[in-house]
């Protein structure tokens, strides 16, 4: 058995236990609302995607003209807060919203 091979299976196997570590340790998204709060309503907006930055949780909002709109939640503060608006800044298809 050459040194290749070793090191390749290891690699494998080390890459294997890190992702099922990490996956186990991942946080139910079912259970988001009753955490942190309802996300607050925003006309026109659908939620794309929530994301968390340190203390802070992120949600990305998108409308059907591309505009993006972020909200942070404080834990510290414990609210949300209009973040970021970004004209244009959706890049996906719109389909997918309605």
Do not use: H
Request: proline residues 1%.
């Amino acid at each position: 058995m050459d040194f290749e091979s070793c090191y390749y299976n290891n690699f494998k196997l080390i890459f294997l236990s890190v992702f099922i570590l990490i996956s186990s340790c991942a946080s139910d998204s079912t259970n988001f609302n009753e955490i942190f709060g309802n996300i607050p309503k925003e006309n026109g907006y659908k939620v794309v995607k929530n994301f968390f930055i340190k203390d802070n949780i992120f949600t990305m909002k998108c409308d059907l003209s591309g505009n993006q709109l972020v909200l942070k939640f404080s834990k510290k503060e414990n609210k949300w807060k209009r973040s970021k608006y970004i004209s244009k800044g959706c890049t996906f298809n719109f389909a997918e919203l309605n």
